[in-house]
């Protein structure tokens, strides 16, 4: 190797090294997060046409106070295009998500989760089926939320054994539940109840037991964000703000918030 080509390939690993680090430097410099959610997700977290509200909206603008990191809360349309937008990095945070293998590719989780949301079967009283494992859904039409997903392996399990559709909202799908397109309806037991109290159909429809799934939802930070730098602060104040009670009381109050005004306005 000749002094030139030496000089040349010296020169090109100094400009690897320095673009390397310009672009950790720039993921590092969280001067303002974006957080964005579901907005067809009650008490969970809403959008009422106007602003998002819900008990993982509260929770994640509870924990970025206490640390003094600036932040937007940002209506970015449906559930799908929230996905999307946080796996280009063009939000940080999504409040509160599911753990899943295709989601950690590009979500950053903490360790402590920010609320419990257990997933339950919702089926009409006037069409009524023995529930006991997942398996008692084969053979049945089923129907989910376009772009939920469940975890602890059933999202699996659901491709491979039963017959489910997808619709845009729960909203659609409990009134195909209720006209008999249906026979049961997968969704957040709490979202799931809170749209019958919107609906008035406490008496129509009944949540099956056991939970299908039970497993944790998490505020998380997008791989592709500016904000990375903050998970372990951020699970660090969950954890205190979880044993403290904190957690428990945003959410009472995200549910009592929803009682008195359930609107969703999503477009």
Not at 55 to 76: F, G, N, Q, W
């Amino acid at each position: 190797m000749n002094a030139f080509t030496t000089a040349v390939t010296l020169r090109n690993f100094a400009c690897a090294v320095l673009l390397a680090a310009s672009t950790l430097s720039a993921q590092a410099i969280c001067t303002r997060l974006i957080l964005a959610a579901d907005p067809d997700y009650p008490p969970m977290h809403w959008y009422d046409g106007e602003t998002m509200h819900g008990a993982s909206i509260a929770i994640a603008k509870r924990v970025l106070d206490d640390l003094k990191i600036p932040y937007e809360v940002r209506y970015v349309g449906p559930f799908p295009r929230v996905m999307v937008a946080a796996e280009r990095g063009d939000i940080d945070m999504v409040a509160t998500l599911k753990k899943t293998p295709e989601r950690e590719a590009f979500l950053l989780y903490p360790k402590t989760p920010a609320l419990a949301n257990p997933v339950a079967v919702f089926a009409s009283r006037e069409r009524p089926f023995e529930f006991r494992t997942r398996a008692d859904l084969i053979g049945l039409r089923g129907g989910i939320t376009r772009g939920n997903v469940f975890g602890d392996g059933f999202d699996d399990y659901m491709k491979l054994h039963l017959e489910v559709e997808a619709a845009n909202s729960p909203e659609n799908n409990f009134s195909k539940l209720g006209a008999g397109r249906l026979d049961y309806f997968i969704t957040g037991y709490y979202a799931g109840m809170a749209y019958m109290l919107k609906r008035g159909d406490e008496e129509r429809f009944v949540a099956k037991s056991p939970f299908l799934v039970d497993t944790p939802n998490y505020v998380v930070l997008t791989r592709n964000g500016q904000c990375t730098d903050k998970l372990e602060a951020i699970d660090q104040r969950l954890a205190q703000l979880k044993k403290s009670g904190v957690l428990e009381e945003l959410i009472r109050q995200a549910f009592a918030q929803w009682k008195a005004n359930p609107v969703v306005h999503v477009k």
